[in-house]
């Protein structure tokens, strides 16, 4: 039985929207299925329904209610009884604006590139993805959380840069904690956002910049926590380059808290939830913030998502969610800033270096 979803990369990450199903059942309804999901080990049952079912040359198309595409399970009962199956029996997957990145692979950096229909030199936003996208796949980058199909969709005209680090740097699990003493330091793994990756990373925009494909004035980075650190540190590896940057809930290690109170004339806004799951994140960057504003720096700003700004996204709405929940729930603080909440992501686009 051949199975095309249809997905996209939404708030909470990659959900399907729609299936397509090879096969020779009629009189089908909506009443007709169920869908399941599993998540962290815990099957919850009747997460999505599916809202309506047309029959199709070659079989059916369901359009379902968004649910996480690594999680659902969709069960036929009634008419449909014989049709079951989760994201690994699929056996195409089409991905809305995800799908435009071409593949690519250097030899040193590999990575996905959207690149707009232009004749002449258009802007460059590199997006930095989080720790759990890491590896070598050369696409979790892109589905693992919004992000660059995000950025594409919202900026058609604009490349859109998306590497993805190698596995084995900062996860959830192990990310640094930046002490209040500096008695300790939080170390990168072998993987990441290296500086050694990251300056490979600048190698191939300043190549396209050299090709003229890349507007030298206008090129981009944002990141988010693993990347939102990696985002402070691209602006030290490829000093010079960038015209603006966002980091987003930024991982504060002794280095990247270095490189943030040394960018006294650079244009930067950091944003993060008012608290998240790394305590002590939040006394570097607003100490860092307030160095280079104290140094000069017009162009420096902070955003603390207060909690009703991540309630209207659906984060840490529940009363009785345990506080280390919240906290973990509060990260996602990057869908705002990529939903343009107090207009980051126009004002990030607009800067000319």
């Not at 990168?188 to 004035?217: F, H, N, Q, S």
Request: glycine share 12%; charged share 20%.
């Amino acid at each position: 039985m051949k199975i095309t979803a249809y997905t996209a990369v939404e708030n909470m990450g990659w959900t399907v929207n729609a299936f397509e199903i090879e096969c020779d059942k009629k009189g089908v309804s909506p009443s007709d299925f169920k869908i399941d999901a599993n998540e962290y080990g815990m099957v919850r049952e009747s997460v999505a329904a599916v809202i309506a079912v047309t029959e199709i040359p070659s079989g059916l198309r369901l359009e379902v209610e968004p649910v996480g595409y690594k999680s659902f399970k969709l069960v036929g009962t009634g008419v449909a009884e014989g049709i079951s199956f989760g994201y690994e029996d699929v056996s195409d997957v089409k991905t809305v604006w995800a799908d435009l990145f071409e593949a690519k692979d250097n030899g040193i950096v590999h990575y996905r590139l959207y690149s707009p229909k232009a004749g002449e030199a258009r802007p460059l936003t590199l997006f930095l993805h989080g720790g759990g996208e890491s590896g070598s796949d050369n696409w979790t980058q892109m589905v693992g959380t919004i992000g660059a199909a995000k950025i594409a969709k919202d900026y058609p005209d604009y490349y859109v840069f998306a590497p993805q680090a190698p596995g084995g740097g900062i996860t959830p699990g192990n990310a640094p904690v930046m002490p209040r003493n500096f008695s300790e330091s939080g170390k990168m793994g072998p993987g990441g956002w290296t500086r050694e990756y990251l300056a490979g990373v600048c190698d191939v925009i300043k190549g396209m910049i050299a090709e003229g494909k890349v507007d030298p004035d206008r090129v981009y980075v944002t990141g988010m926590s693993m990347g939102g650190g990696g985002t402070l540190r691209a602006l030290s590896v490829g000093s010079g380059l960038f015209a603006a940057a966002v980091a987003i809930c930024p991982t504060m290690t002794p280095e990247t808290y270095g490189i943030l109170k040394s960018l006294t004339d650079t244009k930067i806004w950091v944003a993060t939830a008012y608290v998240d799951h790394t305590i002590y994140r939040h006394k570097y960057i607003v100490d860092g913030l307030v160095a280079i504003k104290d140094a000069g720096n017009p162009d420096a700003h902070l955003t603390l998502y207060a909690p009703e700004d991540l309630e209207k996204y659906g984060l840490s709405t529940d009363p009785n969610m345990p506080i280390e929940r919240k906290f973990g729930s509060n990260h996602a603080s990057w869908i705002l800033v990529y939903n343009n909440e107090e207009g980051i992501m126009d004002w990030l686009m607009s800067r000319v270096k």
